[in-house]
């Protein structure tokens, strides 16, 4: 008897394996506006279990969106790998930024990063609450040298989500000028992580 339920909790454990989500469907661009500009990009094809995206845009304004929507074949654990490079068209230097991160359910921030400036680092990152009826999520990154007018801020992340098929997501990008203290930094990202948001996709 032993025997048997050993065969069966490793089949169930074998098939579990195979039954990962793989996402099949992303779409994003900016939210039109004008403080961010980014291609839309759209993607659509077989069931991957990790799918990376590059956003390439620049930014106008202090806060700037993409706005998009993720859909996978099952309502398992996917993970989607977000890259960014964000060309810095604002009349000041950035000495730090700030990432808030919205999706219709909750999700999970890992592998957080920042390539370009070298210097640069990730000072927090703060897993995602419910905030109203959407889930946020927030990562700030830190200056050695600010990203002057003209030149790029090299970042990214990842999410893991699961429990539906289709999802919609936010990401909320505020440029901090310098002088940047730490206690400006809380400031603005405290006011942001409170706000209440409202977006449609």
């Not at 106008?60 to 790998?81: K, Q």
């Amino acid at each position: 008897m032993k025997a048997k339920l050993l065969i069966i909790g490793v089949g169930v454990c074998l098939l579990s394996s195979f039954c990962r989500a793989g996402i099949t469907a992303v779409n994003y661009d900016d939210d039109g506006d004008g403080a961010f500009i980014c291609d839309a990009y759209g993607w659509e094809g077989e069931p991957i279990e990790v799918l990376s995206i590059n956003v390439v845009g620049d930014q106008l304004g202090e806060v700037g969106h993409i706005l998009g929507d993720i859909t996978t074949d099952t309502a398992e654990d996917p993970t989607l790998i977000i890259g960014n490079s964000i060309d810095n068209q604002l009349d000041f230097a950035w000495t730090a930024y700030n990432v808030n991160v919205y999706m219709s359910s909750d999700f999970v921030i890992e592998n957080v990063f920042v390539s370009t400036p070298n210097d640069w680092t990730v000072a927090s990152v703060i897993q995602p609450i419910l905030n109203g009826s959407e889930y946020m999520g927030q990562i700030q990154y830190l200056s050695g040298t600010p990203v002057a007018i003209g030149e790029s801020l090299d970042f990214g992340y990842d999410i893991l989500f699961d429990g539906y098929t289709s999802f919609t997501f936010c990401q909320e990008m505020t440029a901090i000028p310098e002088p940047a203290s730490l206690g400006l930094i809380a400031l603005v990202s405290g006011g942001l992580y409170f706000k209440r948001r409202f977006f449609v996709i």
